[in-house]
């Protein structure tokens, strides 16, 4: 059994999404940036399985289950709205991309 | 069984960091793929091994395979000496390390597993399915509905736009 302490996974879970949180604010690259998302997403999933475990009930699961749908929307539209933007200004910097009409 | 849990935290902790910080899109998706593969043992170890290969399949399979699709679309990476990249061994030596410690760790993770006993209860994937379709049943609908919103709007922002001119009329 596992008697690693809640508060460890948590740090552990919250570790994670700052990494993310971190990475998604340094990041210019909008890959980069939309990967720092999902970073974020995995580590708030990860909360709900350990909320699963400590309490022994199934919801947690099922709630990360959700999360893995809007995940997978959020990627398609996102690396779809990222290869058009990459077709307009040929570039993925967000620095550039700062014009709402050229 | 808290060691294993130890190891495959700070394999996590240290491949996002890792994968955040890469100069090369590649080599940080490669990184975030071995994240995810720490975090799924992470899940297997809390007792939740349907998640863990959800983890698995789905985000290592699949939504992590569209990233590197995308960005070999977009030739992001570095085109030009790449094969003397790829030889280099600084390039594989730090991810092939940590894999192997996962790969370790996850088979001696299996190998202390204790029996399954009765009074230790675990949630068990038909647990999560009955409650999935009975109590969320509404939420899996609306997931439904956002999935398909999901195609739709992929679907159109990925497509190209149509040529209407002839191709003698065109501008050079």
């Known amino acids: 059994m596992l008697t690693v302490p809640v508060e460890t996974q948590l740090l552990f879970a919250g570790i994670l999404f700052f990494l993310g949180l971190i990475g998604l604010l340094v990041r210019r690259n909008l890959v980069f940036m939309l990967l720092s998302i999902e970073i974020m997403f995995n580590s708030a999933g990860l909360v709900f399985i350990i909320a699963s475990h400590h309490w022994n009930q199934p919801d947690g699961q099922v709630m990360f289950i959700f999360i893995l749908a809007v995940t997978a929307v959020e990627v398609a539209i996102g690396l779809a709205l990222i290869l058009q933007v990459y077709h307009h200004f040929k570039t993925l910097d967000v620095d550039k991309i700062n014009k709402l009409k050229d | ?172």
Do not use: C
């Not at chain 2, 890792?18 to 990184?31: D, E, K, T, V």
């Not at chain 2, 790969?103 to 994937?125: E, F, H, S, Y």
């Open chain 2, 1 to 172: 069984m808290n060691i294993f849990f130890y190891i495959a935290a700070a394999i996590a902790i240290i491949s996002t960091m890792m994968a955040i910080s890469g100069r090369n899109a590649i080599h940080s998706l490669l990184f975030l793929i071995l994240s995810l593969l720490a975090i799924s043992v992470v899940f297997y170890l809390l007792d939740a091994p349907f998640i863990a290969a959800l983890e698995v399949i789905i985000y290592a399979g699949a939504i992590m395979v569209l990233f590197i699709f995308v960005t070999m679309m977009l030739n992001i990476g570095l085109e030009q000496k790449q094969e003397k990249q790829w030889l280099n061994p600084r390039m594989w030596i730090i991810p092939s390390i940590l894999a192997a410690i996962l790969l370790v760790d996850l088979m001696l993770a299996l190998r202390n597993m204790p029996p399954a006993v009765a009074g230790v209860q675990q949630i068990q994937p038909k647990q999560v399915g009955i409650s999935l379709f009975s109590t969320y049943l509404l939420a899996v609908e609306i997931a439904a509905i956002l999935l398909m919103a999901g195609v739709i709007g992929a679907y159109h922002l990925g497509s190209q736009k149509k040529k209407v001119l002839h191709r003698f009329l065109e501008k050079k």
